[in-house]
Structures are given as C-alpha cells and as structure tokens.
C-alpha cells in the first residue's frame, strides 16, 4: 500500500507539472517591457510550457479568436473578464525633435496641434487611426491630428520624430532617453495625465491548467 501510494503521488505531481501551450494577444509595448521580461526568466526553469505572443494594437476577441489570454490597458478590458494587474500606471507624452521646433511656437493645448505636423499611429487589424486622448483638470479631449506620416510601429513613430517629421504621441518609457539626450523635445505634458497599465484578462469560466495559473501569477504586479 505504501508503494502505490508513492506512485499515486509521483503521479499527481505530474499532472500538476506546468506544461502546455499558452495563447496570448498582446500589444508591441506590452510584450515589450512587461510580457518578455517575464517569460526571459520563466521559461528556462520550465522548459514544458511553451508561449504564443500575437502582437495587435486592437481589442481583439480573445475567445472567438481561441486566445487564452490578452493583455490591455486596465481601461479597455471587457467586464465580463478575469483582469490581473501586471504593471505600474502609464503615461504618454507628446514629442518633437528640436529642429522640428525651430520656427514653429511650441503647442500648449489640443488646439493647438492642428498647426502642426504630427505622427498618425495606424492600429495594424482594425485599421483606424489612433486619436491622441488627452486630459487636464477633467477635461478629456480624443484629438484627431494629421501629418504626412502614419505608421503601424510606435518604434517608427519615434524615429521620424526625432528626424523632424513631426510630432509624436507615444508611451512615456520609449522616450525618455531621446529626451535625456537631447534628441527630442517634451511639450503638453501638463495634458499626459496617468492612466492603468497593463492587466492580463481572461474568460471567468476558464479553467486554469498549471502552466497558466503560473503565468499568471509570475505577471502579478507587486508594488
């Protein structure tokens, strides 16, 4: 008795044993500066679990689409999902090189930005054109801008920035460093006000294998 008891043991460890693959749609950001850095030091110590990442800008279905997971700001998650918090508050900036600023007065408001080149963000599956939302004192403003570039890449939205195309509005993080360094300006930022990050949702009746519950609670944010 005491052996198979051993065996029904070593067997119930096994199943338990995180293995599988696991679905997840995720923005370029996202996957960027919270989903890999993850999976970087996950995925060594379990070389059973495998990980799909599709990268979309969109909100995409993630049931219909047979997804396990999706990963969007804490705003656009459905209310009918499971939502983990997996990163701090976010903010965006508005940018534009410093040659871009030579003869041009500097934007202070959503008014002003119809006086200027700007950067259009083209979301890859759905195929509108990302407005710029922003808010001071209450005031929500979702301008719609216009310049002679749009892109499907935040990470070329900041090249032509910093080459003088225009005006950027990208994540906070992707810029710092340019600004540090003086290859971009920082304007309007009395209007990027902080918003949710990123969570990791999921469908309520879904059952949790191993390998996911462990992702899951690798991604937790932990202030």
């Keep these: 008795m005491d052996s198979i008891d ?3 043991a070593s067997l119930s460890k096994l199943r338990e044993k995180p293995a599988g693959t696991i679905r997840i749609t995720v923005s370029e950001h996202a996957a960027e500066t919270i989903l890999w ?3 970087e030091r996950l995925l060594p ?3 059973e679990v495998n990980v799909e990442l599709s990268t979309d800008a969109s909100l995409t279905d993630i049931v219909t689409e047979r997804f396990d997971a999706g990963v969007r700001l804490g705003e656009a998650v459905a209310k009918d999902m499971i939502a983990v918090r997996i990163g701090p508050d976010l903010r965006m900036a508005v940018v534009g090189s410093p040659t871009y600023f030579e003869g041009r007065p500097i934007p202070r408001s959503p008014n002003d930005l119809a006086e ?5 963000l ?3 599956t759905s195929g509108g054109i990302h407005a710029w939302g922003l808010e001071k004192d209450g005031r929500e403003i979702r301008a719609r801008v216009s ?3 749009t892109f499907n890449n935040a990470s070329m939205i900041v090249r032509a920035a910093i080459a003088g195309f225009g005006l950027a509005f990208v994540m906070e993080d992707r810029i710092l460093t340019h600004i540090a360094e003086g290859r971009l300006v920082r304007v309007m930022e009395d209007w990027c006000m902080p918003f949710p990050g990123y969570h990791l949702y999921y469908p309520s009746r ?3 294998s191993a390998a996911f519950a462990l992702l899951v609670e690798t991604l937790r ?3």
């Design 122 to 124: 083209r979301f890859l």
């Design 147 to 149: 310049g002679q570039l």
């Design 116 to 120: 200027h080149r700007c950067i259009n």
């Design 45 to 47: 110590n379990y070389p």
């Design 6 to 8: 051993a065996q029904l």
């Design 37 to 39: 850095p993850a999976l």
């Design 206 to 208: 879904q059952n949790q």
């Design 221 to 223: 944010y932990r202030r």
